[in-house]
């Protein structure tokens, strides 16, 4: 309620998110809440309403960005000019290392598991350079620690509305000397690749790309922050609202296939009314 308040950054646990960023939004503060957006389909479902009900109001929605840093990066958007409106075919290996059973994340409840937590990431990346949503994913376990939520070693196969096709490789079981990411992408005669978010290298059409960061990773954390202001200022949203509740959906999804064995739709239109 304090009036000198404008914006609201959001760094608690995950099971808090949802339920912080709609008091936010209902208060007319501008919310930048980190990933995840919600922790399941119930938590959405109530920001999605709220939402909504703010987006309405008399003043114009309150901006809401979810922490999806990788599309701000650099070297991602050099990557999605490269890659033009072509449908894509794209592989994320993902070298992410073990976090304990015993550990806040891997709870049901507080952290929701590492598909919710932190393989929204990777479906993020891969919508904004496919410029299309997840509408079918097909996921599967690995041998693995047994853990109280998710498995962690996963093979996610998506299909997106445009002909895209993503498969995301999760690893918990690496060794943490090796890099931690890779993300290949190949359409309309055009081959590219960012290497632990250090370099990327594009070969095509378009011309050759050989871009590297030599001081730290480029995962786009400072632009991401600076998008959240300059949508303050602009009032139009970094990522569409509705892309940031696709991506959670998403990941809700991928839990689905792995607990039924059969790939899963995305059902991003019923989820207004509560989800499946």
Known sequence: ANGDVDAVLIATRHDSHAEIAGAALEAGKHVFVEKPLAADEKQLAGL???????????????????????????????????????????????????????????????????????????????????????????????????????????????????????TILYVSTGDPAFPKERLEVFGGGMAGAIDNWRRLTIRGPGGNVDKRSRLESAKGHAEELAAFVNSIRSGIAAIAFEDQVATTLTTFAIQRSLRTGKPARVAFGEQQGGGE
């Open 48 to 166: 999605i309403a709220i939402h909504g009900k703010a987006a309405a109001s008399a003043n114009g929605a309150p901006q809401l960005l979810t922490g999806f840093n990788r599309r701000f990066s650099p070297l991602a958007r050099t990557l999605k000019d490269a890659a033009g409106e072509a449908p894509l075919m794209m592989a994320c290996r993902v070298n992410a290392g073990p976090v304990a059973a015993d550990q806040w994340q891997q709870d049901p409840a507080e952290g929701g598991g590492r598909i919710v937590g932190e393989i929204c990431h990777f479906v993020d990346i891969m919508q904004f350079l496919a410029g299309s949503l997840a509408t079918e994913v097909f996921a599967t376990a690995g041998e693995s620690q047994r853990l109280p939520a998710d498995p962690d070693n996963l093979s996610i196969q998506l299909r997106f509305e445009n002909g895209s096709v993503g």
